[in-house]
């Protein structure tokens, strides 16, 4: 059974930091692409980062550019991401997500964000 | 980046109807369109990916269809689970991008 924990979320201050973590279960994580995905609490859902496994490239939104890195840790199953100069719009559950299942030198166009953790919530607020 | 129109936002429909919503893409996105549904206090689940392929253990009536700029998801029979908020998400590029959520209730 694939599960995903996310951790590391709280109430930061304006212009602070946070890292969160996110422990992966019941599949290969290596061969993965993986995503965090945010939401305010009772809006809508906003991608916000990926990091594509077999090559190591990173994506992020415009949003959080510059701000925010995501990083990860096959040997400890684990994805990352370091929120840097969080702001009042930044407050959100974030959630981490599988993206793609990627062999070789690509990745399986079809399925995308199969399974998500349950999510942490980052208030920042002074 | 690629916009998604969700339509409607909100939907009231009763125990054992069939309901359609809609998303279309600022541009073509061939069949790289996702439905997530949702709800409250909880992560969103996966439904269909690649616009018309049921997700492992989704019941049968829950069904997609379209490519390019135009997509539905349909849900018969509805019954009181389903009642949640959906999202499309398109992932033909980056940024993916979400649909802005039909929430379904019961009427």
């Known amino acids: 059974e694939v599960q995903l924990l996310e951790s590391g979320g709280g109430l930061v201050q304006p212009g602070g930091s946070l890292r969160l973590s996110c422990v992966a279960s019941g599949f290969t994580f290596s061969t993965y692409a993986m995503s965090w995905v945010r939401q305010v609490p009772g809006k809508g859902l906003e991608w916000v980062s990926s990091?594509?496994?077999?090559?190591?490239?990173?994506f992020y939104a415009d949003s959080v550019k510059g701000r925010f890195t995501i990083s990860r840790d096959n040997s400890k199953n684990t994805l990352f991401l370091q929120m840097n100069s969080l702001g009042a719009e930044d407050t959100a559950i974030y959630y981490c997500?599988?993206?793609?299942?990627?062999?070789?030198?690509?990745?399986?166009?079809?399925?995308?964000?199969?399974?998500w953790g349950q999510g942490t919530l980052v208030t920042v607020s002074s | 980046d690629i916009q998604m129109t969700q339509s409607p936002s909100s939907l009231s429909a009763s125990v054992g109807d069939r309901v359609t919503i809609t998303c279309r893409a600022s541009?073509?996105?061939?069949?790289?369109l996702a439905w997530f549904q949702q709800k409250p206090g909880k992560a969103p689940k996966s439904l269909i990916y690649a616009a018309s392929s049921l997700q492992s253990g989704v019941p049968g009536k829950f069904s997609g269809s379209g490519s390019g700029t135009e997509f539905s998801l349909t849900i018969s029979s509805l019954q009181p689970e389903d009642f949640a908020t959906y999202y499309c998400l398109q992932y033909r590029s980056y940024p993916p991008t979400f649909g802005q959520g039909t929430r379904l209730e019961i009427e």
């Open positions: 990091f594509r496994s077999y090559d190591g490239s990173t």
């Open positions: 997500a599988t993206e793609r299942y990627c062999s070789g030198d690509s990745c399986h166009w079809d399925h995308y964000l199969d399974f």
């Open positions: 541009q073509d996105i061939s069949k790289y």
